[in-house]
């Protein structure tokens, strides 16, 4: 008996801050969580306000899963798509305006060890991009205007396993954090590990592994990535015709 207890009890903290909070953010969930079309975003838009923090207007689609609801926090303009998790733990997400987050990302803070860094911080303008997943326990700082593309991994944890006689889950971890400046593209596939800081304007190419830091206005790739030119310097000014800049809108 006390042992099933002691699963319930590790069960409901990895999902909410209380049991007062759970069996609210649950029924929000089952009542009006599924609800498609405009009307349910309407709907959570207004009652989802009750169990995370909106400043302004957020869309949330249906089928959108959130836990430690009370440590999310969504700046005006906000979108997150179909079956995307936001498992924000104590220290929190932090969403900025007009970032979209889209179907399937992960971002999951996940902090039970008491990690002093820990968190998810997204700036404006932003765009997490499918089957993203993003990892917080050493803490993540991203600026404005990142775009992720599909299936990208920003992990701000590693494992230890130097001592060769010891299992690594008894190793302990790091979790040094990541740091992405503005302006960054980073490209389809690319794994962003603990400790990394990229600099603005930087780009990753699709598939790199980057461990190490990434100056400002560069281009890397490979596994692990290298520099492969600095933006403005290289063939790419050459490349293909541009069929939409920013600019355009204004003629």
């Not at 009006?32 to 349910?40: A, D, K, M, N, R």
Request: proline share 3%.
């Amino acid at each position: 008996m006390s042992s099933g207890r002691s699963l319930t009890n590790l069960y409901l903290h990895r999902q909410a801050s209380s049991i007062g909070r759970y069996a609210l953010e649950q029924t929000l969930y089952l009542f009006v969580g599924w609800i498609p079309t405009v009307f349910g975003i309407f709907l959570r838009g207004v009652l989802y306000r009750m169990i995370l923090k909106m400043n302004g207007w957020a869309a949330i689609e249906n089928g959108v899963r959130l836990r430690y609801a009370n440590f999310i926090t969504l700046g005006h303009g906000v979108y997150l798509d179909h079956a995307t998790y936001l498992h924000a733990g104590p220290q929190g997400i932090e969403i900025g305006e007009r970032t979209f987050v889209m179907h399937g990302a992960l971002l999951h803070v996940y902090n039970f060890r008491d990690l002093p860094h820990s968190g998810i911080r997204i700036g404006e303008d932003c765009l997490v991009g499918e089957y993203s997943v993003i990892r917080g326990q050493g803490g993540v700082e991203i600026g404005d205007r990142v775009y992720t593309s599909p299936h990208s991994q920003i992990i701000a944890v590693n494992h230890v396993f130097d001592d060769k006689t010891r299992p690594f889950i008894e190793q302990g971890i790091t979790a040094e954090g990541i740091t992405i400046e503005d302006d960054v593209w980073i490209g389809s596939g690319a794994i962003i590990t603990d400790g990394v800081r990229i600099g603005k304007g930087a780009v990753v190419a699709a598939g790199a592994v980057v461990t190490e830091n990434v100056p400002d206005n560069t281009v890397v790739g490979g596994v692990p990535a290298r520099k492969i030119e600095t933006k403005g310097q290289g063939s790419s000014n050459h490349g293909p015709a541009v069929y939409y800049r920013a600019q355009d809108l204004a003629d």
